[in-house]
T-cell receptor
Framework: AQSVSQHNHHVILSEAASLELGCNYSYGGTVNLFWYVQYPGQHLQLLLKYFSGDPLVKGIKGFEAEFIKSKFSFNLRKPSVQWSDTAEYFCAVGANNAGNMLTFGGGTRLMVKP | DAGVIQSPRHEVTEMGQEVTLRCKPISGHNSLFWYRQTMMRGLELLIY????????DSGMPEDRFSAKMPNASFSTLKIQPSEPRDSAVYFCASTGGGPRVEAFFGQGTRLTVV
């Protein structure tokens, strides 16, 4: 079975700072990778996803993520955060041989100070 | 499509009472997930259905919890009897079209057991 680790549980940044949130997964086969965002009081929404091809994936709101297969990582980045990026971020992994099953990481709470 | 629809949005009940949460997945999606989110435990997968059949219910915490999916457009999560520690936000999500399609989440049901 696959597992997902997000090592940063809480991150506090000032506006305009750069962001990188770590995500590592444990699975030996072909995986599909996702980042979701949950704004305060809301449900999870998709930020970006990776299936194949260019390992650098661009998503909404200026976010991007890089798949590094050798490191089993899919870190999320944003060059300059805004106060409105304050949210919880979840990395998720789906394996091609696990149907539509998704495994989520524990989440990272980001607070951006104005 | 209106997305994944959950009801009720908020539920307050007394300890010992039966609680039923409802979910209508996106039309055409063949997989449905129930998640529980708390501050202490984060986002936990409770049960996963594929084509209306429960595939993985290892996350269901106790026998007090049960879930059904009588048809492709409706699922319920029942807690009987409810306890204060069941207080959480319960999310339903659906996906379809294979493992490369992201999951779509409902708005959640905030359950408070007093």
């Amino acid at each position: 079975a696959q597992s997902v680790s997000q090592h940063n549980h809480h991150v506090i940044l000032s506006e305009a700072a750069s962001l990188e949130l770590g995500c590592n997964y444990s699975y030996g086969g072909t995986v599909n990778l996702f980042w979701y965002v949950q704004y305060p009081g809301q449900h999870l929404q998709l930020l970006l996803k990776y299936f194949s091809g260019d390992p650098l994936v661009k998503g909404i709101k200026g976010f991007e993520a890089e798949f590094i297969k050798s490191k089993f990582s899919f870190n999320l980045r944003k060059p300059s955060v805004q106060w409105s990026d304050t949210a919880e971020y979840f990395c998720a992994v789906g394996a091609n041989n696990a149907g539509n099953m998704l495994t989520f990481g524990g989440g990272t709470r980001l607070m951006v100070k104005p | 499509d209106a997305g994944v629809i959950q009801s009720p949005r908020h539920e307050v009940t007394e300890m010992g009472q039966e609680v039923t949460l409802r979910c209508k997945p996106i039309s055409g999606h063949n997989s449905l997930f129930w998640y529980r989110q708390t501050m202490m435990r984060g986002l936990e997968l409770l049960i996963y259905f594929n084509n209306n059949v429960p595939i993985d219910d290892s996350g269901m915490p106790e026998d007090r919890f049960s879930a059904k999916m009588p048809n492709a457009s409706f699922s319920t999560l029942k807690i009987q009897p409810s306890e204060p520690r069941d207080s959480a936000v319960y999310f339903c999500a659906s996906t379809g079209g294979g493992p490369r399609v992201e999951a779509f989440f409902g708005q959640g049901t905030r359950l408070t057991v007093v």
